[in-house]
């Protein structure tokens, strides 16, 4: 510890060595500024990359949720078109006509007609080997069954 006589002033001042400390405090005193800065800064740029990453990820999921919303409105449109047939295959009179029209249904007492239109000068068909089914395949049989041998 310096001494110090009645004036003030330090022993160590007098013989040079004040000047030196007094120097190297600025120094400290400096780096210490330098470094809080520093520090102030990357603190800085943390929030600024935490917030703009923020809004990066709050837009994403802005656009999954009016994605998800169309998807939502096109489920309701068919979800309504749905129940519209369902309505429509309820009524008694559809179902009869489409009894009758794909299955070939009758009702009791009514007579099936059916209309064959007549012979041409075409040789009659000759009838068809069933292919076999181990060899052909599957895929061959509806070939063969669309479109012939």
């Given at each position: 510890m310096p001494r110090q006589d009645g004036s003030g002033s330090s022993v160590t001042a007098a013989v040079g060595f004040g000047a030196r400390s007094s120097a190297s405090q600025a120094r400290r005193q400096v780096l210490f500024t330098r470094g809080?800065?520093?520090?102030?800064?990357?603190?800085?740029?943390?929030?600024?990359?935490?917030?703009?990453?923020?809004?990066?990820?709050?837009?994403?999921?802005?656009?999954?949720?009016?994605?998800?919303?169309?998807?939502?409105?096109?489920?309701?449109?068919?979800?309504?078109?749905?129940?519209?047939?369902?309505?429509?295959?309820?009524d008694p009179f559809v179902i009869e006509s489409e009894a009758r029209q794909r299955l070939g249904y009758v009702r009791p007492g009514e007579h099936r007609v059916v209309i064959v239109s007549p012979p041409s000068s075409q040789p009659p068909a000759r009838p068809r080997a069933a292919p076999a089914t181990s060899e052909a395949g599957f895929w061959s049989q509806w070939w063969a069954v669309l479109f012939g041998s």
């Amino acid at each position: 510890m310096p001494r110090q006589d009645g004036s003030g002033s330090s022993v160590t001042a007098a013989v040079g060595f004040g000047a030196r400390s007094s120097a190297s405090q600025a120094r400290r005193q400096v780096l210490f500024t330098r470094g809080l800065i520093w520090v102030t800064a990357l603190i800085c740029l943390s929030l600024l990359l935490g917030s703009i990453a923020q809004a990066w990820s709050n837009s994403r999921l802005l656009e999954q949720e009016a994605a998800a919303r169309a998807q939502y409105q096109q489920t309701l449109a068919r979800h309504d078109q749905l129940q519209k047939l369902v309505a429509y295959y309820k009524d008694p009179f559809v179902i009869e006509s489409e009894a009758r029209q794909r299955l070939g249904y009758v009702r009791p007492g009514e007579h099936r007609v059916v209309i064959v239109s007549p012979p041409s000068s075409q040789p009659p068909a000759r009838p068809r080997a069933a292919p076999a089914t181990s060899e052909a395949g599957f895929w061959s049989q509806w070939w063969a069954v669309l479109f012939g041998s």
